[in-house]
């Protein structure tokens, strides 16, 4: 029977769960509060140094769970709901983030009719102070901005043209009850200035770029911009300098790292078209995909990290100028900041620049050999992205890699295996053992240790199901909604992988400022008791998803 609430005075006590040791607690610290509801602790706890330990009587620790309900619904909260009470003590408050479309004040439409003078339909613009009008043709809607009266400057079309000829048909357009975020998005995206935004599918006005930025300080469009107006690599430099500083103020503001990772994720894609189109000729940049990889590909990169792109080319081009804008490319993505990968997984190398055709050939060898290199290869590719060029190529490679995979358990099996690849956190050498030995520096590579296994465990479940998002948390999401993954666990997942990204967010903020290399390291002994706690119950939640991708793929027989 648990008959009292431990405060760690003095020394050190271990939590264990079986032979692992899954927490542990120091000077100031607690356990075991959730026990006191159950009056059973789950797991057992030791003193590892000789401790001094004040007992709250549990009758106390009750009643005051009843004066005070927000102190206990920290303790007793799911993993998920407790990430979620950080989220709001961190203060997220109303922004391009919280904010609905319908909170910032748009005019109503004007609409004219395609088949009006371009004459009439800037007159009327200038009259009523417009940048943009809806237009209608037939049971068509377009738009037309006074970015179009300068391309009919430019280009030299009559003022008598019909309206309907010079207008965009293409509309993207947002709900009114849509998050002004994917306002945000779609314009950096695009590198569009005006947004359609509709009440069930009626325009009801035009939500501008001038209308984002006076309702949130906020620098993502210009720097989507810069980039679109930039001519040298040295224009690109001071555009990346640009990202590091709004990446950093953002995450300042609370905003979540899936919303700033995709953020992050369409500003790179721009950047990368850009560099891409300033180092190749002409002929091989309009005859070629360029793709991003790895955690960019998924859009859950938010620092720079190691280069991991590759090339699709057309059929004909010739492979010496190919091979020297693929080199420029990569060495000016040194000098940008983005190491070299490692492993070699960048345009430069032969390995990763094919033809559809070559790929699709590649792919299908790397499907019927899944180990080693090709396993991993493989395992890379799956996460592509199409940065600039044509996305059908990408989605030929794709549809060629799943009709190569071996419909069989073992194939599975070995396709799970990294999952394993990093040892779990145990008392001899692991994580927990150096807190336990008070080194005083005690850092964890948090890829190693909690993102990668559920990023990976959620990839091989993805592919296994046909699920073609690549966003880790677009996954779950799919997984959730055909059955695989129960909502509890994959909320844990969702909240726990956030909670890691922002930490090694913090941690490369941290080193960015004391201008050291960016890493996936974070200094544990310099986190906060409630972030200790938070990063206990991630590393459970890691675990407990590692035991079920173990049992679903038998990974103990192999």
């Given amino acids: 029977m648990v008959d009292s609430l431990y405060l760690v005075m003095k020394g050190l006590v271990r939590e264990m769960a079986g032979d692992d040791v899954v927490g542990a607690y120091r000077e100031h610290e607690t356990f075991d509060c959730r026990a006191l509801a159950t009056g059973k602790a789950v797991h057992r706890f030791v003193v590892h140094e000789e401790a001094l330990l004040c007992a ?12 005070n309900p927000a102190f206990g619904a920290y303790f007793f909260a799911a993993v998920s709901d407790k990430f979620g009470q950080l989220a709001q003590k961190r203060g997220e408050l109303q922004s391009l983030f919280t904010a609905k479309i319908s909170d910032v004040g748009f005019r109503s439409p004007v ?10 339909a800037t007159r009327l613009m200038k009259e009523q102070h417009r ?36 207008s965009q048909f293409s509309l993207l357009t947002c709900e009114n009850s849509d998050y002004l975020f994917t306002a945000l998005l779609m314009m950096t995206q695009g590198n569009v200035r005006h947004i359609v935004v509709t009440d069930n599918g009626t325009p009801i006005g035009v939500l501008s770029q001038a209308d984002l930025l006076s309702f949130f300080s906020n620098h993502s469009l210009l720097i989507a911009q810069q980039l679109e107006l930039a001519t040298t690599v040295d224009d690109l430099v001071r555009a990346t300098k640009d990202m590091e500083t709004l990446v950093t103020t953002l995450a300042i503001q609370g905003m979540k790292m899936p919303q700033l990772a995709r953020l992050v994720q369409a500003l790179n894609a ?17 005859n070629t995909s360029l793709l991003a990889m790895g955690s960019e590909g998924r859009g859950e990169q938010i620092l720079k990290s190691d280069q991991d792109n590759a090339l699709i080319l057309a059929e004909g081009l010739d492979e010496k100028e190919v091979e020297e ?9 040194i000098r940008l900041g983005y190491p070299l990968c490692p492993g070699g997984i960048m345009v430069n190398q032969k390995l990763w620049r094919h033809t559809e055709k070559g790929w699709c050939q590649v792919l299908q060898k790397w499907a019927r050999q899944p180990q080693g290199d090709p396993l991993m290869n493989l395992i890379i590719f799956l996460d592509a992205k199409t940065v600039t060029g044509s996305s059908t190529w990408l989605a030929s490679c794709m549809a060629a890699l799943r009709a190569g995979l071996r419909d069989d358990a073992s194939w599975f099996s070995r396709m799970a295996l990294p999952i394993e690849q990093f040892p779990n956190q145990r008392v001899e050498g692991g994580f927990w053992w150096q807190m336990l030995n008070r080194e005083e520096s005690v850092r ?14 959620i990839r091989v479940l993805a592919l296994e199901n046909d699920v073609e998002v690549t966003n880790t948390f677009d996954r779950i999401e799919a997984l959730v909604s055909r059955g695989i993954l129960e909502k509890a666990l994959a909320n844990d997942l969702n909240e726990s992988l956030s909670f890691l990204m922002r930490l090694r967010l913090d941690a490369g903020v941290e080193a960015l400022r004391e201008k050291r290399t960016v890493s996936n390291d974070v200094n544990t002994t310099s986190l906060s008791t409630l972030d200790k706690d938070l990063l206990k119950d991630a590393l459970l939640v890691v675990k407990r998803f590692k035991q079920m991708i173990n049992q679903r793929y038998h990974l103990d027989r192999l």
Wanted: charged content about 25%.
């Fill in 325 to 333: 804008a693929s080199n420029r490319f990569t060495e000016e993505m």
């Fill in 444 to 457: 964890l590579d948090i890829k190693k240790a909690g993102i990668f296994p559920i990023v990976h465990g």
């Fill in 270 to 286: 721009q950047f990368m078209a850009r560099l891409w189109q300033m180092v190749a000729p002409p002929e091989i940049y309009e």
């Fill in 56 to 67: 709250f009587p549990r009758e106390d620790v009750l009643t005051l769970i009843d004066k």
């Fill in 131 to 166: 940048h943009s009008i809806i237009v209608r043709d037939e049971s068509k809607i377009g738009i037309f901005t006074t970015g179009d009266c300068r391309d009919i400057i430019a280009n030299g079309i009559s003022y008598q043209t019909p309206l309907g000829e010079c």
């Fill in 111 to 120: 609409f004219l009719d395609a088949s009006i003078s371009i004459s009439d």
